[in-house]
C-alpha cells in the first residue's frame, strides 16, 4: 500500500459501527487521538452502513495527511460477531448486519485489512490496556445499556472462543430467579428471560414503570430520581442492583476476573460500584470476593479506542484479514 507505513509511530484507525451513530478514531502510539469523528448510523440500510464507513475512512486519511502515517489495518467493533463457520455476521441486534459479508465487503470498499470484533470486546481490550482494568491479568468488560454484552481479556488478549462467542453473558438465563422473574420477559434472540431482558437500559424502565407511584420514565431519570430519595426509583435501582449483582456472580463463579469493568449509559449509575460487591457474596463459591467492580477510564470511548487496539502497534498487515 503506497503511503503507508507501519511502527510505533503509526496511527491506528478504529471504528465504532453502532445502532445510531458509526465513530472513527485515530489512536497514536501515545494513546492520543489526533483525530476523531462521528456520523449518524444508516439505520436498516446495509450499503449506505459500508459507504458511511469508507467515507469516514477517507476524511480521516485527509486530516491526518502530513501529519502522521496511517497503520493501513483498520479495526471495527460491531453490535455481533463474524462467524468462523460461516465468514457472515451474527448475533447483532443492528439486524441488518446479520447474514451479510461484512469483512469481505469491507476490505474491498476500503482497499485494505480490517479485522472486526464485537463490540464489548473492543470495549474491555480498551479498558484492559490503558482503562480502568489497566495491568489487570484477567478483565472481564460488561455492556449495559440498549443491550447487554460482555467480553472476556486474557494478558492483554481478547479471548474470541471457538464459536467467536466468549464473553456473550447478557443471553444466559438471569440466576437465582426470585419470585415474578420466571419464564422473564422475552428477548429478541428468541427466549426468555435473558440477563438482557433484565439487565438493559429498557429493561431497567420496564420494570420500573410496572411499579405504582411511579414518575421517572427513563433509565438517567430513575437513577437520579434514586439519588434524590424517590422511594419507588429506590426500590427499581436495588432490584436491578441485586439482580446484577446475581448475573455477574456467575462470571465471578465460572471466569474469576480480577476486574470486572461496567460500560453503556447503566455504567453510569454510581450507586452500583457500593451494591453490587456488596451483594454478590451471596452467591459466588468463596470465603471472599476480590474482584474489582469499576467504571470504565474512557467512558463512551472505549469502544471505538479498543477497535483501534485490534491492530497491535508493532503489527505487519496481512495480504488477508485475520478476525
Same mark, same amino acid.
Given at each position: ?100 459479508? !461484512? ?6 470498499? !476500503? ?154 449509559? !447503566? ?57
Amino acid at each position: 500500500m503506497t503511503g503507508y507505513s507501519f511502527d510505533t509511530g503509526a496511527v491506528r484507525l478504529g471504528i465504532d459501527l453502532g445502532g445510531t451513530k458509526v465513530e472513527i478514531v485515530a489512536l497514536a502510539h501515545d494513546g492520543s487521538e489526533p483525530v476523531r469523528r462521528r456520523l449518524a448510523t444508516p439505520a436498516g440500510d446495509y450499503r449506505a452502513t459500508i459507504a458511511t464507513i469508507a467515507r469516514l475512512v477517507r476524511e480521516a486519511e485527509a486530516a491526518l495527511a502530513g501529519r502522521a502515517a496511517v497503520a493501513p489495518g483498520v479495526g471495527i467493533g460491531i453490535p455481533g460477531t463474524i462467524s468462523p463457520a460461516t465468514g457472515v455476521v451474527k448475533n447483532a441486534n443492528s439486524t441488518w448486519l446479520n447474514g451479510r459479508p !461484512l469483512e469481505r465487503d469491507l476490505r474491498a470498499a !476500503l482497499a485494505r485489512p480490517v479485522r472486526i470484533a464485537n463490540d464489548a470486546n473492543c470495549f474491555a481490550l480498551s479498558e484492559a490496556a490503558d482503562g480502568a482494568a489497566g495491568g489487570a491479568r484477567v478483565v472481564f468488560g460488561v455492556i449495559i445499556g440498549t443491550g447487554v454484552g460482555g467480553a472476556v481479556v486474557v494478558d492483554g488478549q481478547v479471548l474470541r472462543g471457538a464459536n467467536a462467542i466468549a464473553g456473550e453473558w447478557g443471553h444466559n438465563p438471569l440466576p437465582w430467579q426470585r419470585a415474578g422473574e420466571w419464564p422473564g420477559p422475552a428477548c429478541w434472540c428468541g427466549r426468555t428471560g435473558c440477563i438482557e431482558t433484565f439487565l438493559s437500559g429498557p429493561a431497567l424502565t420496564r420494570d420500573h414503570k410496572a411499579r405504582p407511584a411511579t414518575r421517572a420514565t427513563t433509565a438517567a431519570d430513575i437513577a437520579a430520581a434514586a439519588e434524590q430519595g424517590d422511594p419507588a426509583a429506590h426500590a427499581t435501582i436495588a432490584r436491578y442492583a441485586d439482580r446484577l449483582a446475581r448475573a455477574l456472580a456467575t462470571v465471578v463463579n465460572l471466569l474469576d476476573p480480577d476486574t470486572i469493568v461496567l460500560g453503556g449509559g !447503566l455504567s453510569r449509575i454510581a450507586a452500583l460500584y457500593e451494591a453490587v460487591p456488596r451483594l454478590w457474596g451471596a452467591y459466588v463459591f468463596s470465603d471472599r470476593v476480590d474482584t474489582l467492580l469499576v467504571p470504565p477510564r474512557h467512558g463512551d470511548s472505549s469502544g471505538v479506542r479498543g477497535a483501534a487496539r485490534l491492530w497491535a502497534p508493532d503489527e505487519s498487515a496481512p495480504g488477508e484479514s485475520a478476525r
